[in-house]
């Protein structure tokens, strides 16, 4: 009795050291709740695709990982429609992320990153065949190249329906660059694309992945909302807003279903 009568001591002078350091009661934005907020993860899977086209017999092994063939590309839309997946633009994770706006049951994000002229070409077609949406990541250096989409077809992406955002400039890596560099490839391609576009570009994709602490910081202070890695993460989180993770989507089925299928998920 002795012994317990000395635990409940101990928890009363705890709980009521607490009310004293913390107050009582407390205000809808306390630091507590505010750090929880920007703390829980929201599951959602973002699928990651580069070249979409075919594959030829001489390809190399980098370009057989980074190309999903059409015919892949509509099993996997096929297989998203016949599971009740609903493809989303990423604007659904930053009204989520700043007005606590629940995503969509089955969300699923389609990303496809450097611009290629293919993805115009292949993806954009069955995006729209499917009535789904997906979102285009280009480095603005590159836009008008022979291989890659102009600002024509950016704009017809735009107006179609689906997201455009900056991928650097020259695809620089952001980890090995600094200052003017960063400011190059962040800051001068977000307004360019938005003036080009004549509408917020809000997101921006890590060229390659790469980013470090520096990198951040020139994200955030030029205005964007959500940075894209290739980290592969379900759980997204305000806290890692510019750590956004993202699986790779290749030429199988199974490089979709299986971020979806995942318990985490
Ligand atoms: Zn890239």
Known sequence: ????????????????????RFGAPRA??????????????????IINFHHVGPIATNAT???????????????????LKDHGYRTVLLDVL???????VPLPPKAVALTFDDGWRDQFRNAFPLLKKYGMVGS???PVGWVGHSKVMGWTE???????????????????????IHGWALDREIVQTKKTMEQHLGRPVDV?????????????GVVKAAGYKLALTTKHRIGQSAAL?????????????ETVTDPLTSNSY
């Not at 009795?1 to 004293?20: E, H, P």
């Not at 930053?94 to 606590?100: L, M, P, R």
């Not at 704009?155 to 890596?173: Q, S």
């Not at 956004?244 to 989507?249: D, I, L, P, T």
Request: aromatic share 12%; charged share 20%; net charge negative.
């Open 28 to 45: 809808e934005a306390s630091p507590e709740s505010a750090l929880s907020k920007n703390t829980a993860e929201i599951k959602f899977p």
């Open 94 to 100: 930053i009204d989520a992320f700043d007005k606590g």
């Open 154 to 176: 950016l704009r017809e992406l735009a107006d179609a329906g689906m997201g455009v955002g900056t991928h650097g400039y020259l695809h620089w890596h952001f980890d090995t």
């Open 241 to 253: 807003r510019f750590e956004v993770g993202r699986f790779h989507g290749g030429n199988s089925l």
């Open 136 to 138: 285009f990541f280009i």
């Open 204 to 216: 921006i994709a890590y060229p390659g992945g790469y980013y470090n602490a520096e990198a951040i």
């Open 61 to 79: 092994e980098k370009q057989v990982t980074y190309t999903t063939t059409p015919e892949v590309l509509e099993a996997e839309l096929k297989y």
């Open 1 to 20: 009795m002795k012994k317990l009568g000395m635990i409940f001591l101990c928890a009363m002078l705890c709980v009521a050291s607490a009310c004293k």
